[in-house]
């Protein structure tokens, strides 16, 4: 029932998308107590509060008002990239300047963050991405390379894990994704690795069929399909991937409808539709064609939302929000009202009456 509604409302915004129809949106910015306007990651913890990664802390919102985690509280550096909360209930939180573990029950100024910093390699201090596979396992992306993160008595430890990748190559990595139990897809600014549980690794890149090296985002869906969002596109992998052959099924670029090429965050939802976030909005992913061609429906500014789009989530009710890169978060009410004006084709804007077709 969910999907047959969410296609008829596809359906409905794809006759009209060259309109200006405002979707019902609920603007949050440092004015209602977020920590900072520029949202790197949204991610929903299992009491239903939201977490906001932004450029000056960490910050979880209840629904009514924003708690804000900083420096002050041992936060090892102001810029968050990414938190993971594990499930044995942790919390990982990726920093410019380390990985910092979370004690919400610390009472002590400046105790609530424990912090771990690699050291081994340039610029591996820079975490940007957490994952935590299906063995429990936590995987690293750093600035520069894979790490794994190890217990050690009743602390913890991180190590480097090898790629391939030459001593003097800086390697930055983006996200991490398991395609099935012991093989990690990762993405890098540098293409595309596979890393099978016997350490062996396959590196792809643009003469494999990616169409740039800058992998943006992964996400595997329930049938196994892999995603990948570039800076030129969005893929889909070939479900037999061998090396020597290209690894791209399909590519869906602007041609496709997309609001822009170059994707920052990929996202599916609870009624399994495929968000994108991009420089100029956020698009909606369909399988099938929509009418007037295409595969995508795009919000843009002229349906409310903001430019630079980074950051997409969903909360328990099923509400979208997404993050921008300096205009705060967006929560998109999945039952609220879209408002139609002259703009969009009404001979006048004041309305009496309301009718039904068949």
């Known amino acids: 029932m969910k999907r047959a509604f969410a296609i008829a409302i596809l359906i409905l915004v794809s006759s009209a998308r060259s309109g200006a129809e405002q979707?019902?949106?609920?603007?949050?910015?440092?004015?209602?107590?977020?920590a900072r306007d520029r949202i790197n990651k949204i991610v929903s913890d299992?009491?239903?509060?939201?977490?906001?990664?932004?450029?000056?802390?960490?910050?979880?919102?209840?629904?009514?008002?924003f708690v804000n985690y900083t420096t002050a509280h041992g936060l090892p550096h102001r810029q968050v990239f990414d938190l993971l909360i594990t499930r044995s209930g942790d919390y990982w939180v990726a920093t410019s300047a380390g990985l910092a573990h979370?004690?919400?029950?610390?009472?002590?100024?400046?105790?609530?963050?424990?912090?771990?910093?690699?050291?081994?390699?340039?610029?591996?201090?820079?975490?940007?991405?957490?994952?935590?596979?299906?063995?429990?396992?936590?995987w690293i992306s750093s600035g520069n390379g894979l790490h794994v993160l190890r217990q050690s008595g009743n602390d913890w430890q991180i190590e480097y894990v090898s790629l391939g990748e030459k001593p003097d190559e800086g390697l930055?990595?983006?996200?991490?994704?398991?395609?099935?139990?012991?093989?990690?897809?990762?993405?890098?600014?540098?293409?595309?690795?596979?890393?099978?549980?016997?350490?062996?690794?396959?590196?792809?890149?643009?003469?494999?069929?990616?169409?740039?090296?800058?992998?943006?985002?992964?996400l595997r869906d329930p049938d196994g399909t892999i995603w990948v969002a570039t800076g030129l596109g969005l893929c889909r992998l070939v479900a037999n991937v061998q090396q020597g052959k290209s690894i791209v099924e399909r590519l869906y670029?602007?041609?496709?409808?997309?609001?822009?090429?170059?994707?920052?965050?990929?996202?599916?939802?609870?009624?399994?539709?495929?968000?994108?976030?991009?420089?100029?909005?956020?698009s909606q992913f369909s399988p099938d064609p929509v009418p007037g061609g295409?595969?995508?429906?795009n919000y843009t500014r002229e349906h409310g939302i903001s430019d630079g789009i980074r950051a997409i989530a969903e909360d328990q009710d099923g509400n979208l929000w997404i993050g921008s890169e300096s205009a705060g978060a967006m929560k998109i009410t999945r039952r609220g009202f879209t408002s139609y004006s002259e703009a969009d084709g009404l001979e006048l804007s004041r309305i009496a009456a309301l009718g039904e077709d068949h």
């Open 23 to 34: 979707l019902p949106i609920r603007t949050y910015t440092t004015a209602d107590g977020l």
């Open 46 to 65: 299992p009491r239903g509060y939201l977490w906001f990664c932004t450029s000056d802390g960490l910050s979880r919102f209840d629904g009514y008002e």
């Open 102 to 138: 979370f004690n919400p029950i610390a009472t002590t100024p400046g105790s609530k963050f424990k912090a771990y910093v690699p050291t081994d390699r340039r610029d591996s201090e820079v975490i940007t991405d957490l994952f935590e596979d299906s063995t429990g396992t936590i």
């Open 172 to 218: 930055d990595l983006t996200a991490i994704v398991e395609a099935s139990p012991g093989v990690l897809w990762i993405g890098t600014e540098q293409g595309l690795f596979r890393r099978f549980n016997d350490g062996h690794v396959e590196r792809f890149g643009v003469e494999d069929g990616l169409p740039h090296p800058h992998v943006r985002g992964l």
């Open 253 to 282: 670029t602007k041609k496709d409808g997309m609001a822009n090429d170059g994707i920052f965050s990929i996202f599916r939802t609870s009624s399994s539709w495929l968000w994108l976030a991009t420089n100029l909005g956020l």
């Open 294 to 297: 295409g595969h995508f429906i």
